[in-house]
């Protein structure tokens, strides 16, 4: 029911790109958001598809809920918990109009939302994280399977690979511990690893009143130059030559599949 409410709000209070008055943000909705095209390769869609079927059992420590040890069926986590098909799209549009050269994903999965960033740059290198080692070897598979050489996988935690990675990234995607506490201090250790101009996206920002909350204070961040709201997705941008601002876009009909 909030979820419901979230959004009529979420809807009432955007705005279409003709109410955008930020050249860079116009340009992603006319080229980006509202475009239906590119879309990925349909091996992968088809081949995520396949999963739902799937009813091998993966075992692994599920961090985002304490680290206990669960036990699931793939068809499971790709009915339920994989990423909808319309956002992992964006995903693919968004790094296909981005261009980033170096993307990282925190919270793997069975890697469809990383197959579909992945796809769309293979020119990039790209970094992976999961806690769950089941999970992460499976994906590590789904990758090797679509040709998707360019993406390391690594079985370790959000904090682990902060204390031990000093690289940088152009394109930061976070999908996981949808908590208020956690998702701050993720923040502030990733926007010291998002290059100048770089984007980092937050799925599930209306999912609990935790993250209605985290997303509020990331958005004010003295480091962050531009924020966008798509219901599903928040989007933060650091360096961009412009003065701050928020913007609330309304994002096309399929939407409403989330309800």
Known sequence: MQRAIDFIGYWISSKTRHGT??????????????QQKPLPEREICLFF???????????????????????????????????????ANLLYRLVAYLKPQSILELGTNIGKSGAYMASANRDSRMITI????????????????????????????????????NDSFDFIFLDGNHHYEPTVEYFKSLKTKVNSGGALVFHDIYYNVGMK???????????????LDLFFFGIVW???????????????????RLF
Not at 50 to 74: H, M, P
Not at 134 to 158: I, P, S
Request: proline share 2%; aromatic share 12%; glycine share 4%.
């Open 21 to 34: 008055h930020s050249p860079f943000i116009y340009a992603l909705i006319e080229n980006c958001i509202y």
């Open 49 to 87: 598809e396949s999963l739902k079927t799937n009813n091998e059992l993966i075992s692994g420590a599920d961090f985002g809920n304490g680290g206990r040890q669960v036990t699931r069926s793939i068809s499971h986590y790709a009915k339920t918990s994989s990423m909808l098909d319309f956002q």
């Open 130 to 165: 999961d806690a769950n080692e089941g999970l992460n070897r499976l994906a590590a598979k789904h990758f090797q399977h679509l040709d998707l050489t360019h993406v390391e996988c690594r079985a370790q935690t959000f904090e682990a690979f902060f204390n031990e990675n």
């Open 213 to 227: 909350k985290a997303w509020a204070e990331i958005k004010k961040d003295q480091d962050v130059s531009v924020s």
């Open 238 to 256: 650091f360096g961009k030559n412009q003065a701050k601002e928020d913007f609330k876009i309304r994002f096309p009909k399929p939407l409403f």
